[in-house]
């Protein structure tokens, strides 16, 4: 008799939750495709990053944020929640 592996186990949660909440989220229509919004939210943080980084730059503000990888990639974050926030709102 075989018995279920430990990461199986663990796998399976994360697995039925996802699947639960992906039909929850909002969906766009761009060219008869449709997105989920997340990923809309995601690209618009990625590019709005894109933009406020030569700001820093140009304002010497970048050599004092040191691990550079971990400050765009929660500015990007940010960002993509204050698109979702202004666009996916419904309060």
């Given at each position: 008799?075989?018995?279920?592996?430990?990461?199986?186990?663990?796998?399976a949660p994360l697995l039925?939750?996802?699947?639960?909440?992906?039909?929850?989220?909002?969906?766009?229509?761009?060219?008869?495709?449709?997105?989920?919004?997340?990923?809309?939210?995601?690209?618009?943080?990625?590019?709005?990053?894109?933009?406020?980084?030569?700001?820093?730059?140009?304002?010497?503000?970048?050599?004092?944020?040191?691990?550079?990888?971990?400050?765009?990639?929660?500015?990007?974050?940010?960002?993509?929640?204050?698109?979702?926030?202004?666009?996916?709102?419904?309060?």
């Amino acid at each position: 008799m075989r018995f279920p592996s430990i990461a199986g186990i663990r796998f399976a949660p994360l697995l039925a939750a996802a699947s639960l909440l992906a039909g929850c989220d909002p969906v766009i229509n761009i060219a008869g495709a449709n997105f989920p919004s997340w990923l809309f939210c995601a690209i618009c943080g990625a590019i709005a990053t894109a933009v406020i980084r030569p700001v820093f730059v140009a304002t010497r503000v970048e050599s004092y944020l040191w691990p550079l990888p971990i400050v765009y990639l929660s500015l990007t974050v940010l960002m993509g929640c204050v698109v979702w926030i202004i666009f996916f709102n419904r309060i």
